[in-house]
C-alpha cells in the first residue's frame, strides 16, 4: 500500500494565482515526520519543510504555507500568487520513528505556473 | 558547502556492464541512502546505512550492493547492469531518524 499519496499528477496555474498540492500519508506510528522537497527542471530536490506529528500548527513561510491535519492524515501545501519560478515537481515524504529513518516519497506533483 | 557530493553525473553503460556510484558527505551524518527516481514512480530507496559498518536492503535492492567502511563514505554498486536499472540516482545523508535528508545533484544512468 502507498504511504504517501499524492494524486494531483500535474497542476497549471496562470501567474499570480493560489494553488494547493495535495499529501496524503498513511502510518501506525505514533512518532513520525513529513516533509515537502521542490525537485525543479534542473533535477536537484530541495528540502523545504519537515514537520513531526506533535506538532500540528500550520506554517507560513513567505508565499508557502503548509496545512498538517492528523484527522484526515493531509499535509498540505499552498503556494500564494505563484510565480514562474515555482514550477517543478513537489514530493510530499513520510519518516517514521520505527522504521530507521526510511522515508516514503509520494509520486510527486508537477506544476507549471503559466506567465 | 561541499554538503553531499555524487559522481559521476553522467554515465552510460552496456549491458552486463559493473559500475560504482560513488557518493560522500561532509556533515558527518550516521544516515546515508541511495534512491532511484523513475517517471511517474517518485523516489524509491534501494540500500541504506544508519552508520559506518551497518547497511540494509530498501525497497528495490535487487542488482545493487553497498558498503559503508566510513562515515563519510557510501558507494552504489551495479553488478551487473541492465536496461531497468536505466533511472537517476539519488545519494542522500541525515543526522539522524526523523532529520531532514539532504540530497546529492543525481547522477543520470542510461544502461543499453
Known amino acids: 500500500a502507498q504511504k504517501v499519496t499524492q494524486a494531483q499528477t500535474e497542476i497549471s496555474v496562470v501567474e499570480k494565482e493560489d494553488v494547493t498540492l495535495d499529501c496524503v500519508y498513511e502510518?501506525?506510528?505514533?512518532?513520525?515526520?513529513l516533509f515537502w522537497y521542490k525537485q525543479p527542471p534542473s533535477g536537484e530536490l530541495v528540502f523545504l519543510i519537515r514537520?513531526?506529528?506533535?506538532?500540528?500548527q500550520n506554517e507560513i513561510s513567505g508565499r508557502y504555507s503548509w496545512n498538517f491535519q492528523k484527522s484526515t492524515s493531509s499535509f498540505n501545501f499552498t503556494i500564494t500568487a505563484s510565480q514562474v519560478v515555482d514550477s517543478a515537481v513537489y514530493f510530499c515524504a513520510l519518516s517514521e520513528a520505527g522504521t530507521g529513518n526510511q522515508f516514503y516519497f509520494g509520486t510527486g506533483t508537477s506544476l507549471t505556473v503559466i506567465p | 558547502n561541499a554538503g553531499v557530493t555524487q559522481t559521476p553525473k553522467f554515465q552510460v553503460l552496456k549491458t552486463g556492464q559493473s559500475m560504482t556510484l560513488q557518493c560522500a558527505q561532509d556533515?558527518?551524518?550516521?544516515?546515508m541512502s541511495w534512491y532511484r527516481q523513475d517517471p511517474g514512480m517518485g523516489l524509491r530507496l534501494i540500500h541504506y546505512s544508519v552508520g559506518a559498518g551497518i547497511t540494509d536492503q530498501g525497497e528495490v535492492p535487487n542488482g545493487y550492493n553497498v558498503s559503508r567502511s566510513t562515515t563519510e563514505d557510501f558507494p552504489l554498486r551495479l553488478l551487473s547492469a541492465a536496461p531497468s536499472q536505466t533511472s537517476v540516482y539519488f545519494c542522500a545523508s541525515s543526522r539522524t531518524v526523523g532529520n531532514t535528508i539532504y540530497f546529492g545533484e543525481g547522477s543520470w544512468l542510461t544502461v543499453v
Open positions: 502510518t501506525r506510528d505514533t512518532t513520525y515526520y
Open positions: 514537520r513531526n506529528s506533535f506538532d500540528e
Open positions: 556533515m558527518n551524518h550516521e544516515y
